[in-house]
């Protein structure tokens, strides 16, 4: 059978004060209800109920039934069959580890049982006609070794299994016997299984014609070497649908014999002609066994078909306009059509001409008897449609009404009819206007609306427009003049066709149509466009020069100086990179670095003006600020504002003074410091200081060699000092008096019109006494 796959564990579970029997007592079964005691001991065969202190209590009294699936089956020779046992509780419950005993009559044999299990009490075949097994604890799928999942089982907990097969024909008769069953009516079972060497295959679905015969075939063959078998009789029975017989017998059931081709075949008719679905059941009967004359055949395979009956169905359509005018062409259109799924044999149409109405032609060609216009037709198949194009001419005003009718072989017809209403003699016009634009611009699309329309009672053909233009006016083909198809116009209808032109210059510049149509029918229209240009004055003003960190200002003005209004005004204004940007009027916005003003709508003659206030952060000797502003239609300008960003040096002078205040015969130092506050390099600076008569001139320091004249200590001038450095000048003197006294700093360079001035003021006092005065 293939390897088996276990789905759950095994567990052991043992009750307080319970423990397993030794293996003497050769116990092959689990009486108990729970917890699940494991068999022990060896197998004993002789006896097969569960052990106990009488024969009477040699059973499992909660094994209540015994159950075998399936009960009679009919199997190709040389095939496996699978019988599944189960037993049940009172509950319903299934029983696990309950002995089964298979003994096998009749042909075939057992071939393998079920061995699951690690214990000695599992499963085992005693020959080929006798087998025991036991019901299992966990649920298992059995598979049989090959690469088809479809003939796989499952045995479930409480369920056991037996596999049994056969070389040669016959039926093997199976007693499955429980012997835990103390109920001798519930604990055995009665198998039977037919063993035959035949298949067959049944009839397939069909769909036909109602009102036809229709044969209805089985064919049965050999199982082992699919050689046809005779002699086998097949059982046709109608199940429902509508009504029909099998001939000859003209019943519901027929039984038919399988021939030397091994089919066997009966013929199914309608009793009435009908669309509709027979189901037939069908069975395959086994022949007697010649052994036994008196036998009767077996069943060994039943299965259904169907036979679906199916109608021609054909419609009818007339389709013709609602109106036409007297001696005028009137078209009609029949069409057939199979709504079915079977063909129609063949079919005829027929059109009967009312009075004031002339045939003219038709297509195809139609046989012309009397008033009756006929056509025939051949097969239809289901689904398809054939049409009719027929032209009358009514001769007198007022309704008339065409009718057609189908037939078909089959005896089927459908009728139909149209009405038309006759209009006394029509006339087609044909009328052309065009509109266009108030206002217009060089460069932006123009948008010309041309009107067609009938204003007559018959409808008008073929219409086409041409339009022509001045040079000044072009289309995106670049052709000039432009064909615009209309197609048909109705009586009364009227229709709109756009033409979209460019102008290139300004002026006043013509559009001319003209409309044709059939009939030799024309119209003429045009139309002056007003072509003006759109201009824009664009200006920006500002300062030329300004010094790092002062603010600088920029108006930026346009004026609409053309005839049309400018629209989506937006300018814009990259700011460089030496400004940083402080604030703009009108809601300027800076977006990526470029303040962006949305105007909106500028009147012919109106101005607008916005300022951006910037701050100068580098200094530099060129910026040009460039804006631009765009507009609706098409306008674009850009204006320039330069400026220079000049740098400023600036001078702070700083004196400090340590050891003040300072005692006679000691001494003291002053340090002058002067820095460049400003953004340019300082040029010339020079450094003086006037020391106090009551001071003696020590020594000095800086960045240049000091020249000490008497009380006066000059440092030369420094050739630069760059923007943000200082320069400390150092002098060193020796108190002679005691005094309140003054030293004076004096800072030139050669971008100070006036020096700047430092005094610092300095205590000499006499030791361990107070200053005099």
Known sequence: MGRRILNC??????AAGITLLPGCFGVSQNPSYFPHLLPTGDIIRTHAKPPGPSYFSNFDPHAARLEVRPLESTNPVRTQHVLVATIYDEKGNPRRNRRIEWMVEGVGNIVEVDESGVFPGRGYKVDNKYAVSYTDYCEHRITRGNADPNDDFVIRPGQTWCVVSSAVEGDTHVTVYAPEIANWDLHKVFVTKH??????TLPPPAVNRAGTEHPVTSHIFRHTDRQPLANYRVRYRLLDGPPAVFMPGRAQEAVATSDLSGNATASLVQVTPQPGVNRISVEIIRPPDPSSPSGVGIIIGRGETSKEWQAAQVALTVAAPPTAGVNQELPLTLSVTNNGQVETQAFTVRATLPDGVQFVRSTPRAAVEGNQLIWTFGLLPGGRTESVQLVLRPTRVGPITNCAAVTTVEGLRDEKCVTTQVTPPQV??????????????????????????NPGTAPVNNVLLSASFDAGLEHETHANPIELPVGQLRPGESKTVPLVLTARREGRLMVRITATADGNLKSNAEAAVVVQAARLSFTKTGPKLRYVDQPVTWEIRLVNSGDVPLNNVVVRDPLPAEVAFTGATELGQLINGQVVWNVGTVPPGGQKAVQVTARCAQRTQHLVNTA?????????????????????????????????????GSKM????SVTNTGTLPGTGVEVTVRVPAEMQITNTSGPTQARVDGQNVLFPALDALPPKQTATFTIEVLALRPGDVRLQAELRSTTLREPVIKQESTNIVVPNGPARP
Do not use: C, F, H
């Open 9 to 14: 564990g095994l567990t052991l579970v043992l």
């Open 195 to 200: 063993w035959v060497d035949a298949e067959w």
């Open 628 to 664: 631009v502003v765009t507009a609706d239609p098409g306008v674009q300008e850009q204006a320039q504002a330069e400026l220079e960003i000049l740098g400023l040096p600036a001078y702070s002078l700083e004196v400090r003074k340590i050891g003040d205040p300072v005692t006679v």
């Open 428 to 453: 087609a016009q044909l009328n052309v206007a065009v509109s266009p634009p108030p206002a217009a611009s060089v460069g932006v699309p123009i948008s010309l609306q041309i009107m067609v329309s």
């Open 669 to 672: 130092t002053y340090q002058i």
